[in-house]
């Protein structure tokens, strides 16, 4: 199955800025994206971008994260500025192949502290 490696999740202060990539192990993905699921809430989507790099983004994050993807190397960045406490949560990377199944990533932590 695909595999999503995550990377750069962590402790900042608010108004901080982190940077999390995410790695599948296939290529041509159909849509990537990060969902965050803080304790006691359902998971949400943060934002996604598809093939064609059309994004989308929840609208607590809107001018704020910035969602980026490299095709050729099926890879996802999430470039998060302004962070604020709000932002604490588990982050997980997500995939969702042309034929339907969607994989999830291992989730990374990010905390804001204020």
């Known amino acids: 199955q695909v595999q999503l490696v995550e990377s750069g999740g962590g402790l900042v202060q608010a108004g901080g800025s982190l940077r999390l990539s995410c790695a599948a192990t296939t290529f041509s993905l159909k849509t990537m994206g990060w969902y965050r699921q803080a304790p006691g809430k359902q998971r949400e989507l943060v934002a996604d971008?598809?093939?064609?790099?059309?994004?989308n983004y929840a609208d607590s994050v809107k001018g704020r994260f910035t969602i980026s993807r490299d095709n050729a190397k099926d890879t996802v960045d999430l470039q998060m500025n302004s962070l604020t406490p709000e932002d604490t949560a588990v982050y997980y990377c997500?995939?969702?192949?042309?034929?339907?199944?969607?994989?999830w990533g291992q989730g990374t932590q990010v905390t804001v502290s204020s």
């Open positions: 971008i598809n093939f064609g790099g059309r994004t």
């Open positions: 997500y995939a969702q192949v042309w034929g339907g199944d969607a994989y």
